[in-house]
């Protein structure tokens, strides 16, 4: 059984909530691990459906082109763009052919065979690959440099180190503290406790102590009054360069610039 955290009033502010565990089955995401054979007893029907799933698991372990699969409109859908990997690779191939059209073209063409004349006629489909290939190259490289500016805003936030969480790295939020004395984020505890696979593991992050109540079947969490006031008066600086409060500084950076999808909840 998985055990999970509910906590009704997570986006209450002061309320500490009830955290408890309810047990939940786990559901394997692993397509390998789905069984080929048909189970006993099927009925005819059961028994094409589980022929088709079986098929189609293995055209996508096989890495069958999903380009020809129809679309909603019934219309074949478009092939996915190569990764930047495999246009780079692809890219060097076509300058290879290339330049072997290249060395026929200096030749006389009277001196050529069928085959060597087929490859000259490929000469503008290649042309036409190549563009397709470095638009590709272009456009990843462009798409790495947004995001490298994104990542270098998000490294002009500032506040002071006394008020960061040490599950998320970022300022606190809805702080709360640990029996041991250790203080996180609200949702950072939450998160700990949520994916713990048995009671004995919802523990404290930096020192493995043990937060869960077996009695009482809940999480012995408290609220950090005394470091939430210190947070509305301490202040920090966005990446955009506005001062404000620690206390509403996660939220204003979640609806900021580009650099927002970064500090998402």
């Given at each position: 059984?998985?055990?999970?955290?509910?906590?009704?009033?997570?986006?209450?502010?002061?309320?500490?909530?009830?955290?408890?565990?309810?047990?939940?089955?786990?559901?394997?995401?692993?397509?390998?691990?789905?069984?080929?054979?048909?189970?006993?007893?099927?009925?005819?029907?059961?028994?094409?459906?589980?022929?088709?799933?079986?098929?189609?698991?293995?055209?996508?372990?096989?890495?069958?082109?999903?380009?020809?699969?129809?679309?909603?409109?019934?219309?074949?859908?478009?092939?996915?763009?190569?990764?930047?990997?495999?246009?780079?690779?692809?890219?060097?191939?076509?300058?290879?052919?290339?330049?072997?059209?290249?060395?026929?073209?200096?030749?006389?063409?009277?001196?050529?065979?069928?085959?060597?004349?087929?490859?000259?006629?490929?000469?503008?489909?290649?042309?036409?690959?190549?563009?397709?290939?470095?638009?590709?190259?272009?456009?990843?490289?462009?798409?790495?440099?947004?995001?490298?500016?994104?990542?270098?805003?998000?490294?002009?936030?500032?506040?002071?180190?006394?008020?960061?969480?040490?599950?998320c790295r970022e300022v606190l939020e809805l702080p709360v503290g640990l029996?041991?004395?250790?203080?996180?984020?609200?949702?950072?505890?939450?998160?700990?406790?949520?994916?713990?696979?048995?009671?004995?593991?919802?523990?404290?992050?930096?020192?493995?102590?043990?937060?869960?109540?077996?009695?009482?079947?809940?999480?012995?969490?408290?609220?950090?009054?005394?470091?939430?006031?210190?947070?509305?008066?301490?202040?920090?600086?966005?990446?955009?360069?506005?001062?404000?409060?620690?206390?509403?500084?996660?939220?204003?950076?979640?609806?900021?610039?580009?650099?927002?999808?970064?500090?998402?909840?």
């Amino acid at each position: 059984a998985h055990y999970s955290v509910t906590n009704p009033s997570m986006a209450s502010d002061d309320d500490e909530g009830e955290w408890s565990f309810v047990a939940r089955p786990r559901a394997s995401s692993n397509a390998d691990s789905v069984n080929d054979e048909p189970p006993e007893n099927l009925s005819k029907a059961a028994a094409r459906n589980f022929e088709r799933r079986r098929r189609r698991r293995a055209r996508a372990n096989s890495g069958e082109d999903a380009g020809a699969r129809p679309d909603a409109s019934g219309r074949p859908a478009a092939p996915a763009p190569p990764s930047e990997a495999e246009a780079s690779k692809q890219l060097r191939g076509v300058e290879k052919r290339l330049r072997a059209v290249a060395e026929l073209e200096q030749k006389d063409p009277a001196s050529l065979d069928a085959a060597a004349l087929q490859k000259l006629g490929r000469r503008d489909a290649l042309l036409a690959a190549r563009a397709a290939l470095t638009a590709v190259l272009e456009n990843a490289a462009r798409r790495r440099e947004a995001a490298d500016a994104v990542y270098e805003a998000t490294e002009r936030v500032e506040f002071e180190e006394t008020y960061e969480c040490a599950c998320c790295r970022e300022v606190l939020e809805l702080p709360v503290g640990l029996p041991c004395g250790h203080e996180f984020c609200r949702a950072c505890v939450a998160t700990v406790a949520r994916r713990a696979t048995r009671p004995a593991d919802v523990t404290c992050p930096l020192c493995r102590a043990p937060f869960y109540d077996g009695v009482s079947k809940k999480c012995r969490v408290t609220v950090a009054e005394k470091t939430r006031r210190r947070l509305r008066k301490a202040s920090g600086a966005c990446h955009c360069g506005r001062t404000m409060p620690l206390a509403s500084l996660r939220e204003h950076l979640r609806r900021c610039g580009a650099a927002a999808a970064y500090f998402a909840p």
